[in-house]
């Protein structure tokens, strides 16, 4: 398959989405699962990775919604920028996400406290709209980045009311959550 031709390279980017997409999911899985061998002893950094993602994910709320603001104002070249911080500050979050589940112990949300099933809608929510989101997000960054804006902008519709919702979802199902670390 030659990716000169543009339908070719289109649809080269796709699975190479899908896959990234499929491969974090999986991991994501396997390392919930405690599969893997994880540390004896813990590194006395590991239960500040839960606030880091949360100030990450604040962070993208914000860069967020002032991307949007951009766009409205045409100015795409700040749009772009604020999209790459956010972009290139999820990945940094997605990092710092795995090895935590990797080596922390997993942390329960209390069955029996009263908004318990708040928690659970929201973090299943959470949960389900990350794993949509990145496929979305991957192409709609290669669509921007390759000026097909008309493309960019069908994606957009959905990718961006999704990875606000996660963004935002990050922090509160942190925020509920951090009481009960073992060690805060």
Request: one cysteine or more; glycine letters at 2%.
């Amino acid at each position: 398959m030659s990716t000169t031709n543009p339908e070719n390279r289109d649809k080269l980017v796709f699975r190479i989405a899908m896959g990234i997409s499929v491969v974090i999911f999986i991991a994501v899985i396997i390392l919930n699962r405690k599969v893997l061998p994880a540390p004896e002893v813990l590194p006395s950094w590991t239960y500040f990775l839960p606030k880091l993602n949360a100030m990450i994910n604040g962070t993208c709320t914000l860069l967020l919604l002032v991307s949007l603001y951009f766009i409205k104002q045409k100015n795409i070249a700040a749009h772009k920028t604020v999209n790459l911080t956010a972009f290139g500050l999820s990945s940094l979050f997605l990092i710092s996400y795995v090895v935590f589940h990797w080596i922390a112990p997993q942390t329960h949300y209390p069955e029996n406290a009263p908004n318990a099933n708040l928690y659970y809608v929201i973090l299943i929510s959470h949960i389900i709209l990350a794993a949509v989101v990145l496929p979305l997000v991957l192409i709609s960054f290669y669509r921007g980045l390759q000026m097909q804006v008309e493309l960019h902008k069908k994606i957009v519709r959905f990718a961006y009311p999704i990875w606000l919702y996660v963004t935002v979802t990050g922090v509160i199902v942190y925020m509920m959550i951090s009481p009960y670390y073992p060690i805060q």
